[in-house]
């Protein structure tokens, strides 16, 4: 059985003859989700402007399953039995006609244009924009990205958000390198294992560091049930682990002095049931406290 995003992008390649570059279906896609209320994509700006990491995997599952093929940087469709636009409920069907008639005669190049022009902070990091874009158009962009250099100590889980959403909040607070103090860098959750992650960010200009000593055995996590078990794991933590790994907590430290902006990442949305604090707290008891520290919330 397709998941619903899924016969969104199979609907997508069909209504456009079943052929599309991977630059085209990514950005007639983000065309179509601006008509959405609750999106089933969420994109960051990258290489080529507005890029769902999510839909770029949906595409590679779609492939093995049989559904389309890549060929020359674009995919084909191969099962077109199924009127895939037909599955999808009123709205997302309305929102898919409005860009197959006020984006379908674009070229990919004057596509390219509109999405950057108009998406101007999803045009940031891209290589083509000033082969493509004027002075004027290109100041725009400029003035979307952001320009921090002052000492920022942030931590940030992703529990309950898109890889595209959390790279976006670290790219709108200038994080220069996020750290990772999981013990072990794996997730069932797309997007957050240590390759995918590091990758994701590398591609926005986000170094990415893995510091396992800092973190925590899962299975010391398995039975917290309150705040207060949280703070009982928490406190032994600080005496056992923190304590035995000073030298980890230098290096951190090295690199938020060379970094300026650091974010501490792990799983879970409340920083107060993350061990994610207590590194951040012995890291701005080293620094007497002079380093700001901001918990990312979504």
Known sequence: ??????????????????????????????LFTRGQIDKAFYFVPYRYGCFSFQ????????????????????YILLQNETNYAAQLDMFDQQAMRDVVQNFGCMSQDELIVYTYT????????SSI???????????????QKRHKY????????YEGVSLEQYINKLILEDVHLLCDVRKNAYSQKYGFNKSQLEKACIGVGIRYVHIPDLGIDSSKRQDLRSQKDYDI??????????????D???????????????????FEKNPNQC???RVAKALLNVANNQIPLTHISF
């Open 129 to 143: 924009a000033e082969k493509l874009l004027n002075a004027e158009q290109l100041a725009r962009i400029e003035a």
């Open 1 to 30: 059985m397709l998941y619903y995003r899924r016969k969104i992008l199979l609907a997508l390649l069909q209504l456009f003859g079943g052929k599309l570059s991977a630059i085209q279906l990514q950005k007639y896609l983000f």
């Open 275 to 277: 061990h994610r604090s």
């Open 150 to 157: 002052e000492l920022q100590l942030y931590t940030i889980g």
């Open 118 to 125: 108009h998406y101007p902070f999803y045009a940031i990091n």
């Open 248 to 266: 980890a907590l230098g290096y951190v430290r090295q690199l938020i002095e060379e970094y300026k902006r650091v974010a501490l990442t792990c």
């Open 233 to 246: 794991l928490f406190d032994e933590y600080e005496q056992t682990t923190l304590a035995e790994n000073k």
């Open 55 to 74: 839909a770029n995997q949906d595409m590679q599952t779609l492939q093995t399953y049989g559904y389309v093929k890549e060929e020359n940087k674009g």
